[in-house]
Each structure stands twice: as C-alpha cells, then as structure tokens.
C-alpha cells in the first residue's frame, strides 16, 4: 500500500521568502503522479503542481517548483518570493499512473504561514 | 466554466439523527469522487463513482453511510446514524475520466468547497 508522510505539521516564514515543505512517500509502483495541493482557509482545494514520475525534469509553476527525488522517494515543494496568498494548508499527494484506479493518497498536510 | 457545487456548507447534528450531503460535479466530468477529511489530516477516499457505477467503496462504513449517483451525474453521501466520530468536512471532486484531446490522461481532481459537519 502506498503511503504518503509529511513530517512538518506547521511552518511560518516571512513575506517574501523561499519555502520548503517536506514530502516522502512509499510506493512499489513505478509509474506514478505525485502533486501538491493547497487548501486556504476557505477550504477549497486546488492544485499547486504535478510530477509524473517517468520525467527526471523536476516540475515549476511560476513561483512553486519541486525537487522530485525518485530514488530516495522524496517530494518537495519550494515556494519562491512567498506571498500573504500562499497561507494555507498543503497537502503532497500520490496516485497511480492507471485510469481507474486513480485514488489519490493525501499525507496529512503542512499548514503554511505567510507573516507579513 | 462552473466548478463542482456541493450543499449545505454547515451542518449541525445530533448522534444518532440522520444528514444528507448533495454534489454536482463539473459537466462532462465522468469520476466523481467523496473523500472525508478529519480536523488536521489529509482528505480520506470515502468512494469513488464512474459514470454512474461504483469504482471504489473499500473505506466507506457501510453499516451507516450511503451514497448513490443517479444518471451518473450529481451524487449524494448520506449518514444514519451519525457518530460523533463523523464531526469532519465531507469532499467531493470531480475528474474528466479517460484521456483529454492529445492522448493525454486527465490526472486532475476538482474539488468542491466542502460541507462542515458537527455531530455533538
């Protein structure tokens, strides 16, 4: 069974720094996606940024980019000149590469303060 | 485009009366989804729609939740009786299903706002 571990529970950095939120997940499957989502205050979640396992090229969205580590099964999310927007829950997240069974695998999250 | 639409927002119970939770899900979008996400976790797969058939139920207690997708379009998550274990935000997402224009697979889940249910 896959499983997904984020180890920090709570983090703060000020407005305009760069971020880093932890992820490690185990799984023996070899193709795979493995995303971050954010979940603000208001509760609806929405996708930051996705890894497809098959590509060494580690995955950027504007701001958010993330260290895809196969190997050492490691998923970081860094966030770069951090905005009050970012605050929220953040979630790393695993799904198998098959059409149907795309159950998605949530770690339990890093809740995310931007201090101005 | 219209995202995925669930009600009521809140919710406030009694242990051991009965609640009903409604989702419609983005137009075309043939997967649907009800995860339960716990104070402080990350959301749960309650069960997993396909059109109108069940995919994946194996997490949903099935002695007091339901749910049920008519016509394969909006869905709806009952609970009776409800525990006071059951206080958590019920999420519903949606996802295209198959391979978008181009051949490429359709991996992204849209989630609804939630629905907040206390059980006191």
């Known amino acids: 069974a896959q499983t997904v571990t984020q180890s920090q529970p709570e983090m703060s950095v000020q407005e305009a720094e760069t971020v880093t939120l932890s992820c490690t997940y185990d799984?023996?499957?070899?193709?795979?996606?493995l995303f971050w989502y954010k979940q603000p205050p208001s509760r609806q979640m929405i996708l930051v940024i996705r890894q497809e396992a098959y590509k060494q090229q580690n995955a950027t969205e504007n701001r958010f980019s993330v260290n895809f580590q196969k190997a050492a099964k490691s998923f970081s999310l860094k966030i770069s000149d951090s905005q009050l927007g970012d605050t929220a829950m953040y979630f790393c997240a695993f799904m198998k590469h098959m059409n149907r069974d795309d159950k998605i695998i949530f770690g339990k999250g890093t809740r995310l303060h931007i201090l101005p | 485009e219209a995202g995925v639409a669930q009600s009521p927002r809140y919710k406030i119970i009694e242990k051991r009366q009965s609640v009903a939770f409604w989702c419609n899900p983005i137009?075309?979008?043939?997967?649907l989804y009800w995860y339960q996400q716990i104070l402080g976790q990350g959301p749960k797969l309650l069960i997993q729609?396909?059109?109108?058939?069940?995919?994946?139920d194996s997490q949903l207690p099935k002695d007091r939740f339901s749910a049920e997708r008519l016509k394969g379009v909006d869905s709806t998550l009952k609970i009776q009786p409800a525990k006071l274990e059951d206080s958590a935000v019920y999420l519903c997402a949606s996802r295209q299903g198959g391979t978008l224009a181009g051949g490429l697979f359709s991996y992204e889940q849209y989630f609804g706002p939630g629905t907040r249910l206390t059980v006191t």
């Open positions: 729609f396909q059109n109108n058939g069940v995919v994946d």
């Open positions: 799984t023996s499957e070899n193709n795979y996606y």
């Open positions: 137009s075309g979008h043939a997967t």
